[in-house]
């Protein structure tokens, strides 16, 4: 039995629903399903605990002695996080600005550092690392002066009366001219099951696409944005030609972060 760790976030639940509800053939291969947000994920993979997982892009960096990245089920976009704000004056007037972010090891955090360093290196921080889902809230009771918002919630801050700082999508591919690398999914070397992995992945794939509405009533269950609307736009940012084979522009990308990594660090 393999631990395959995805996250509750819709292109997660759709891309691996058919293999989830046994829609599709595993060839020999049996998953016990860990379906957590991105950063504990991440870190069950420091850990060794998951065979095969959904990462941020960002972590293979601290994990490639261990795990291999797989060409197939990762989410490479044009659209990226985004950074909010309730009062864009404020963030002017302070000097010490306190920062909510999805976890350490996610890509939103290391774009967010890499834009900070662009156009904010005059300020302090104060970091807050929480879960995706409790940002949009935090900003909006000023417990957070900038967040950086994944997943669905770039499609919902402005409900809450919060402002777009910066598209860090938009920044990224100014930077580099290339695809948004957000997450990926690896398996552990050894086991030597990365090609049959990514063969029932793009199965699980097209069953789902095939079976569209089945695949949707699967996603709702797990999605912290219940409209419906809301999750058809995320699926279709995020589930794209990069996630059936990210091909070499997709390496290319990661490859890119990986550089900014050496060359910028990460948040102290």
């Known amino acids: 039995m393999l631990k395959f760790g995805i996250s509750p976030c819709p292109n997660d639940t759709f891309i691996f629903f058919g293999i989830i509800e046994k829609k599709v053939n595993t060839y020999g291969l049996n998953f016990d399903f860990v379906i957590e947000d991105v950063e504990s994920l991440n870190s069950l993979c420091l850990k060794k605990e998951l065979d095969i997982s959904k990462i941020s892009s960002h972590a293979i960096y601290y994990l490639q002695k261990d795990y291999e ?18 009062d864009l004056e404020k963030i002017k007037n ?8 999805p976890g350490r090891l996610t890509t939103a955090s290391l774009l967010m550092w890499l834009y900070w360093q662009k156009n904010f290196s005059q300020k302090k921080y104060e970091l807050k690392f929480m879960p995706f889902y409790e940002i949009i809230d935090k900003v909006a009771k000023g417990e957070a002066d900038l967040g950086v918002v994944i997943h669905e919630g770039r499609f919902i801050y402005s409900l809450k009366g919060l402002k777009l700082v910066a598209d860090l999508g938009e920044f990224w591919m100014e930077e580099t001219l290339l695809p948004i690398p ?8 050894s086991l030597n099951i990365k090609e049959t992995v990514e063969k029932i992945i793009k199965e699980s794939l097209n069953y789902a696409y095939s079976h569209f509405d089945e695949a949707m009533d699967f996603t709702k269950k797990y999605s912290q944005e219940i409209s419906e609307d809301v999750i058809k736009l995320h699926i279709q940012c995020y589930v794209n030609d990069f996630t059936f084979d990210m091909g070499q522009k997709g390496i290319q990308a990661i490859n890119e972060l990986i550089k900014k990594i050496q060359e910028h660090g990460i948040w102290s």
């Open 182 to 189: 957000l997450g990926c999914i690896v398996s552990r070397k």
């Open 69 to 86: 990245l797989l060409s197939s089920g990762g989410a490479l976009s044009e659209f990226g996080p985004v950074v909010i704000a309730k």
């Open 94 to 101: 302070i000097s010490t600005v306190k920062v909510a972010l």
